[in-house]
T-cell receptor, first 115, second 114 residues
Framework: KAGVTQTPRYLIKTRGQQVTLSCSPI?????VSWYQQTPGQGLQFLFE???????NKGNFPGRFSGRQFSNSRSEMNVSTLELGDSALYLC??????????????FGPGTRLTVL | QQQVKQSPQSLIVQKGGISIINCAYE??????FPWYQQFPGKGPALLIA?????SEKKEGRFTISFNKSAKQFSLHIMDSQPGDSATYFC?????????????FGTGTRLTIIP
């Protein structure tokens, strides 16, 4: 079974621009979660989608948004980029909703650099 | 507010030794405690997880010890091998709809030397 795939793997943007990241979950997985990973803050939860609905949201500003399509693929959008948005963005999928008692399968991430 | 504190930040252990990573949490409502392993260039992968009604869980060379009263849990890696060199993250979550998320520790970079 193919793992979680994320595109693109690397991205360079400038301040003020917007960016869209894509995640394809493992086949049959219906839940997709997004995380931001930085050296200073570590791994921080952004949001979780299940059956095209946002179930949970972390403590990030409204500039961070996401959506999930009927085939479970998910996109994450960041508008008006700031330097502090430079990070590795990780997507994780699982067969069921929620993260408790539910293994998260992570993709390799998208490395976003904001100049 | 960091709800899961992890230590040490980095750890060097000799091959065959025991690696110990500790985590402490604040929210007593947490009811799931996984450990993730991350290699460079890869996303984290679940290593082992425990529920708060169990004090210890062992899978191969990896053991989680859980102390509910102290709000602490730790990962022990027995007979540590160079292939165990990676960054380890503890995490915690609570199964409350609308507020269910994994809260991660800041990570421990483990290096196993021959």
């Amino acid at each position: 079974k193919a793992g979680v795939t994320q595109t693109p793997r690397y991205l360079i943007k400038t301040r003020g621009q917007q960016v869209t990241l894509s995640c394809s979950p493992i086949s049959g997985h219906r839940s997709v979660s997004w995380y931001q990973q930085t050296p200073g803050q570590g791994l921080q939860f952004l949001f979780e989608y299940f059956s095209e609905t946002q179930r949970n949201k972390g403590n990030f500003p409204g500039r961070f948004s996401g959506r999930q399509f009927s085939n479970s693929r998910s996109e994450m959008n960041v508008s008006t980029l700031e330097l502090g948005d430079s990070a590795l963005y990780l997507c994780a999928s699982s067969p069921w909703a929620g993260v408790t008692y539910n293994e998260q399968f992570f993709g390799p991430g998208t490395r976003l650099t904001v100049l | 507010q960091q709800q899961v504190k992890q230590s040490p930040q980095s750890l060097i252990v000799q091959k065959g030794g025991i690696s110990i990573i500790n985590c402490a949490y604040e929210n007593t409502a947490f009811d799931y405690f996984p450990w993730y392993q991350q290699f460079p260039g890869k996303g984290p992968a679940l290593l082992i997880a425990i529920r708060p009604d169990v004090s210890e869980k062992k899978e191969g060379r990896f053991t989680i010890s859980f102390n509910k009263s102290a709000k602490q849990f730790s990962l022990h890696i027995m007979d540590s091998q160079p292939g165990d060199s990676a960054t380890y993250f503890c995490a915690a979550s609570l199964s409350r709809f609308g507020n269910e998320k994994l809260t991660f520790g800041t990570g421990t970079r483990l290096t196993i030397i021959p």
